[in-house]
C-alpha cells in the first residue's frame, strides 16, 4: 500500500523559510515523479512543485520560482521542499503526490497518491 506522510510545516513569519518533507512507501521510490500542491481555505487545490524521478527534473509554479527549491533523497525515499522567504499568501495545507512515471505534470490528476498533508501559517 502506497503512503505519503508529510512533516514539517507549522507558524513562521513572513520571510522566514521551512523546510516540508515527504516520506514515501512507495517502491521502488526512485521510479517515482514527486509532486508539491497547497490548498488555502476557500480556494483550490493548487500546484506547487514537481521533481522527476531519474535526472531529477524539476518544475515550479510561477508563484513560488527563485524561493521554493524541491529536492529529493532516493535513500531516505524522500522528497522535501526548501521554503524561503515566505509571504502570507503562502499559507495553506501542503500536499504531496506521488505517481510512478517519468513525466512531471503540474495537473492533481496526474498523480494517484497523496498524503494528508501539513498546514503551512504564516504571520505578518
Known amino acids: 500500500q502506497v503512503q505519503l506522510v508529510e512533516s514539517g510545516g507549522g507558524l513562521v513569519q513572513a520571510g522566514g523559510s521551512l523546510r516540508l518533507s515527504c516520506a514515501a512507501s512507495?517502491?521502488?521510490?526512485?521510479?517515482?515523479?514527486i509532486g508539491w500542491f497547497r490548498q488555502a481555505p476557500g480556494k483550490d487545490r493548487e500546484f506547487v512543485a514537481v521533481i522527476t524521478w531519474g535526472r531529477s527534473g524539476t518544475f515550479y509554479a510561477d508563484h513560488v520560482k527563485g524561493r521554493f527549491i524541491i529536492s529529493r533523497d532516493n535513500d531516505k525515499r524522500e522528497v522535501y521542499l526548501q521554503m524561503n522567504n515566505l509571504k502570507p499568501d503562502d499559507a495553506a495545507v501542503y500536499y504531496c503526490?506521488?505517481?510512478?512515471?517519468?513525466?512531471?505534470?503540474?495537473?492533481?490528476?496526474?498523480?494517484?497518491?497523496w498524503g494528508q498533508g501539513t498546514q503551512v501559517t504564516v504571520s505578518l
Open positions: 512507495v517502491d521502488p521510490f526512485s521510479r517515482y515523479t
Open positions: 503526490a506521488a505517481e510512478r512515471t517519468i513525466f512531471g505534470t503540474t495537473f492533481r490528476s496526474g498523480y494517484d497518491h
